[in-house]
């Protein structure tokens, strides 16, 4: 049984880090990830965090080594991470899914964390002080879903097809909305579960703005003018 724990671990942290590495590192090379399904996605991640529980409970409580040592104490504050980058797509299920798999993390960390007393101290301070901020990070996003809620009014494609210009209205509740005018590379890749699309810029900005009537179009391949105005060069 101890093979499979073993692998179980290590698909529950792939589960947990997927997400924040493949968006930081696709940041960095100026594209971004758009989850579709992720509600699915999250309850895998918490499927495997029970199973996890059922089966480390089932092995026994020898020393957990090797692998184990250094994943077991890594579950929890990766787990927290995770649900933080998953509370950005204001979904109830997602987030209620990936925060009971959090404290099934927290747990499994806690009791099976055997890599020196100072290291399994450390992880489980640091993951008990990441509990609240991520809790009311998940409450405010829940909370305000709605606001930012953005609708595509029009799009158009550089001459040469490398650029996209969108307009977007961005509902801000009561408060009103505003007409954003961003820009992105086109190329995207879609993955069924997600889609990897480039990182979008804003160029213009229009407080209280429907952006029903706005004069967008491209001079050249790389330059965009708004209302006369060149606002991206790329």
Do not use: H
Not at 13 to 19: A, C, D, E, I, R
Not at 79 to 103: D, G, H, N, P
Not at 120 to 140: D, H, K, N, Q, Y
């Amino acid at each position: 049984m101890r093979k499979y724990e073993k692998a179980l671990c290590i698909a529950l942290s792939v589960m947990n880090m997927f997400l924040p590495i493949g968006s930081l590192l696709l940041l960095i090379f100026g594209y971004k990830i758009t989850m579709r399904g992720n509600e699915y996605f999250a309850l895998v991640t918490l499927i495997l965090s029970i199973a996890l529980i059922v089966l480390s409970a089932g092995t026994g409580k020898y020393d957990r080594e090797g692998v184990l040592s250094v994943l077991y104490p890594l579950l929890a504050p990766g787990s927290f991470i995770s649900t933080v980058f998953y509370s950005r797509y204001s979904s109830l299920f997602a987030l209620s899914f990936m925060l009971v798999s959090s404290f099934c993390c927290f747990y499994l960390s806690l009791r099976y964390s055997n890599r020196g007393r100072g290291f399994r101290e450390a992880s489980g301070i640091i993951s008990g002080l990441m509990i609240l901020p991520v809790l009311t990070i998940c409450f405010f996003s829940v909370l305000f879903g709605n606001f930012g809620e953005d609708t595509l009014l029009k799009s158009k494609l550089s001459p040469d097809g490398k650029y996209i210009a969108e307009a977007i209205y961005s509902d801000q509740g009561a408060l009103g909305g505003d007409g954003v005018i961003k820009v992105s590379k086109a190329a995207e890749l879609d993955l069924g579960i997600l889609i990897i699309e480039g990182r979008q810029k804003n160029v213009y900005i229009g407080e209280f703005w429907d952006g029903s009537n706005i004069a967008m179009q491209w001079q050249d391949n790389n330059s965009l003018i708004v209302e006369g105005k060149v606002v991206f060069k790329g």
